[in-house]
């Protein structure tokens, strides 16, 4: 693929066929700029050179068709892409291990790994959500190579689903120790958006720790909220709604809800992490968070025969609208019902990679009750006399189990 275009890109996306890369680089491209995205995943090349998305990210894909007949894209496991960019820029995954601790050297690594295709004049903007210090240890590797190449974080701060019109509305937070590259990097933002906020590299990398984990203790927040008013009979949603009408102050109060997904919680362990573990609010918000699913079976355990019953999940993806399942409490739902149910089925309209799912028609017709993992649209209007549990609200027949 490489070979068939120009070997010179404005931007070198590594990780350029993930969750994140992917929209940032169709975005650029359809800004004009001419990308090459990297990835060490074959699959995942083929498909996007072949003009599909790998992944659901509305609105990807009419850009994805417009800048790949324009010759403005390619995905390519040749690292020869990233020689011949200005403008590289790192988005790999983040993850924490099975211990929870986050991986500190995953993007180092990832450097260490292209550092060879690395050549002065460069741009390096780091834009994964990353353990704070890291871009300081880029810096460190960048030096210790002879490089002359600016080093920027930039991180990156779209919602999964909503890529294609944040990351040409949100406000694009720019961070480096060097003048000429904050110049560099807000240039090539610029591209995107006019709103430009700039940092030091180390209160970047919080400002990202702390947006996520900020959004993680609301959802706890509610989640407890949601426990202790169904622990008394009533409906948490009645109440929360009450409180929130026309009352600016609490309406920022979520509903109730499996807050899950790649980013929250492993984003809330790293601060925990960086902060010598000492982190209550935090590591009281995944108590809380993960434990929703145990509380869910518990209660309902209070009022059927769980072991006689066949238990339908409805949404396996981590929330609405989405096929991305890392880290979906459905998914730990279903762990602890095998248990306890007779029998587990599941559903979700989006999912592709697990052969377990099964139609929506069958579910809703063996399950001799329905709980509600993800709340996709489609579930809203669903009609049956099975009955559903429905935390979210999302069919706005109460929330009370
Ligand atoms: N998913 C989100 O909504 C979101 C939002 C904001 C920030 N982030 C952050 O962005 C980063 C990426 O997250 P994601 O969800 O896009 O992950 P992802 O797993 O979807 O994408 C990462 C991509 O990097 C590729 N990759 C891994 N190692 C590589 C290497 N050495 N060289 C080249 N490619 C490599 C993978 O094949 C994959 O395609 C994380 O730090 C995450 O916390 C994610």
Not at 232 to 245: N, V
Not at 316 to 335: G, H, N, P, T, V
């Amino acid at each position: 693929m490489l070979s068939k275009m120009s070997s010179s890109f404005d931007v070198a996306i590594v990780g350029g066929c993930g969750h994140v890369g992917l929209p940032l680089g169709l975005a650029l491209a359809d800004c004009g700029l001419s990308v090459a995205l990297y990835d060490v995943n074959e699959a995942a090349i083929s498909v996007v050179n072949g003009g599909q998305m790998p992944f659901e990210e509305p609105g990807a894909l009419p850009v994805l068709a417009a800048v790949l007949d324009a010759g403005r894209i390619t995905a390519t496991s040749e690292r020869a892409a990233i020689r011949g960019a200005e403008h590289v820029v790192v988005v790999i995954g983040t993850p924490i291990d099975e211990h929870l601790n986050p991986d500190l050297n995953a993007v180092t690594e990832a450097i260490e790994e292209i550092g060879e295709c690395l050549v002065d004049g460069q741009i390096l903007v780091l834009r994964s959500t990353v353990y704070p210090g890291v871009t300081a240890l880029v810096e460190q590797i960048v030096a210790r190579r002879g490089l002359d190449v600016d080093v920027a974080f930039c991180p990156e701060r779209i919602a999964e689903g909503k890529a294609m019109t944040e990351l040409y509305e949100l406000p694009q937070i720019v961070a480096s120790r060097s003048p000429r590259a904050l110049e560099r990097a807000e240039k090539l933002f610029r591209n995107l958006t006019n709103q430009i906020v700039y940092l030091e590299p180390e209160e970047a990398e919080l400002a990202k720790l702390f947006t996520n984990v900020w959004r993680y203790i609301k959802f706890a927040s509610a989640n407890q909220l949601y426990m202790m008013a169904n622990d008394f009979g009533l409906d948490y949603e009645r109440i929360r709604s009450a409180l929130a009408f026309d009352y600016p102050r609490a309406a920022d109060l979520p509903r109730a809800g499996f807050a899950a997904g790649p980013c929250l919680f492993k984003d809330t362990m790293q601060l925990a992490a960086f902060n010598n573990n000492n982190f209550q609010l935090g590591q009281a918000s995944v108590m809380v968070n993960e434990g929703l699913p145990l509380y869910v079976v518990a209660r309902l355990e209070q009022s059927v025969n769980l072991s006689k019953s066949t238990v339908g999940i409805l949404g396996m993806s981590f929330k609405a609208e989405s096929d991305d399942i890392r880290s979906s409490l459905s998914y730990k739902l279903k762990r602890i019902l095998r248990f306890k149910a007779a029998r587990v089925l599941t559903h979700d309209p989006y999912v592709r990679v697990d052969p377990d799912l099964l139609p929506l028609e069958q579910v809703v017709a063996e399950s001799d009750l329905l709980i509600i993992g993800s709340p996709h649209s489609e579930y809203r209007e669903l009609r049956t006399d099975t009955p559903i549990v429905d935390i979210w609200n999302l069919r706005e027949q109460g929330v009370r189990i």
